[in-house]
C-alpha cells in the first residue's frame, strides 16, 4: 500500500506511463521540471493532446492542463489518488466510481 514504507516522491513518477482510460490509450510523460505531457493515439501514432504542471502532494498526484489557444475556458486542475505504488505501474483513483492503471513505457 502506498506509503507504508516509502511516501511517494516525484522522482518515482518521472518518465512515460501507458493508461487505457475512457476506452482510448494515452500516455502521460511526468518531467522533473514539473511538466507534463498527456498524449494519445492519433492516425497511429501517440501524439500530443495537451501539456501542463503537475506535482506530488502526499498521495495525490495534482496536475494542471494547459488551456490551447482555441479554448476560451480554463481547464480545471486534476487530481488523482494514488492508491498502490509498484516499481513499474500504479493504481489511481481519479475521483469517479472506477480506478486505472498506468504501467511504465520501456
Not at 30 to 39: A, I, K, M, T, V
Amino acid at each position: 500500500m502506498v506509503g507504508d514504507s516509502h511516501p511517494i516522491d516525484e522522482s518515482d513518477l518521472l518518465g512515460r506511463w501507458q493508461i487505457h482510460y475512457n476506452t482510448h490509450d494515452y500516455e502521460f510523460c511526468f518531467e522533473s521540471n514539473g511538466r507534463f505531457e498527456l498524449l494519445g493515439l492519433i492516425d497511429g501514432k501517440m501524439g500530443s493532446l495537451r501539456v501542463g504542471s503537475w506535482h506530488v502532494a502526499g498521495n495525490r498526484i495534482i496536475w494542471q492542463p494547459e488551456k490551447a489557444p482555441y479554448e476560451s475556458a480554463d481547464i480545471p486542475q486534476k487530481t488523482w489518488t494514488i492508491n498502490v505504488m509498484g516499481s513499474n505501474c500504479f493504481a489511481i483513483d481519479d475521483g469517479y466510481p472506477s480506478s486505472y492503471t498506468l504501467q511504465r513505457v520501456k
